[in-house]
T-cell receptor, first 114, second 114 residues
């Protein structure tokens, strides 16, 4: 049973446009959600997170939206840049029971074309 | 500030052997978690150590074990290696304070089983 799902394995957008990456989860106990970016031959790099008490968190070009009723979150990148091309992982954590454990989706490969 | 350091970066073993991977967390981080990533898959949680104690464990066989030392450095051991153990093994550390903190990853150890 995959508790965190990223249904789009890949996404291609034009430079300057918006990139929207989606993620769904099933476990109601998750209270923190994170996005990581991963380049080849490197470990995942933390990008942005959101607590379940919020529905939006913004950091520069990156905004994460959380819809708890739909158990859905999304990452918006505006404007997209070629350097944003990477694999993006959605992750979720139940901080009260398993703070050191994150459950990851399978990732979405974003390609930003110049 | 130095990041999470994993050694070695690459390792080739044969079936039946055992292997030990090492992880040095970010200075001050007390929680260390291990993940396995296989091609096309997300990160699968192995276990987490905090203050030299295993605090969380994923669904992996007993061949996978770990430990944490008093300086928070951690090792992961896999015994009786199988072909399916070929993967990227990632270590992540976090502050594990009162408030939830995201995990920071090393660049991983690429393990190949022949």
């Amino acid at each position: 049973d995959q508790q965190v799902k990223q249904n789009s394995p890949s996404l291609s957008v034009q430079e300057g446009r918006i990139s929207i990456l989606n993620c769904d989860y099933t476990n109601s106990m998750f209270d923190y959600f994170l996005w990581y970016k991963k380049y080849p031959a490197e470990g995942p790099t933390f990008l942005i997170s959101i607590s379940s008490i919020k529905d939006k968190n913004e950091d520069g070009r990156f905004t994460v939206f959380l819809n708890k009723s739909a158990k859905h979150l999304s990452l918006h990148i505006v404007p997209s840049q070629p350097g944003d091309s990477a694999v993006y992982f959605c992750a979720a954590s139940d901080s009260r029971a398993n703070a050191g454990k994150s459950t990851f989706g399978d990732g979405t490969t974003l390609t930003v074309k110049p | 500030k130095a990041g999470v350091t994993q050694t070695p970066r690459y390792l080739i073993k044969t079936r039946g052997q055992q292997v030990t991977l090492s992880c040095s967390p970010i200075s001050g981080h007390r929680s260390v978690s291990w993940y396995q990533q296989t091609p096309g898959q997300g990160l699968q949680f192995l276990f987490e150590y905090f203050s030299e104690t295993q605090r969380n464990k994923g669904n992996f066989p007993g061949r996978f074990s770990g430990r944490q030392f008093s300086n928070s450095r951690s090792e992961m051991n896999v015994s009786t290696l199988e072909l399916g153990d070929s993967a990227l093994y990632l270590c992540a550390s976090s502050l594990a304070g009162r408030e939830y903190q995201p995990q920071h990853f090393g660049d991983g150890t690429r393990l190949s089983i022949l």
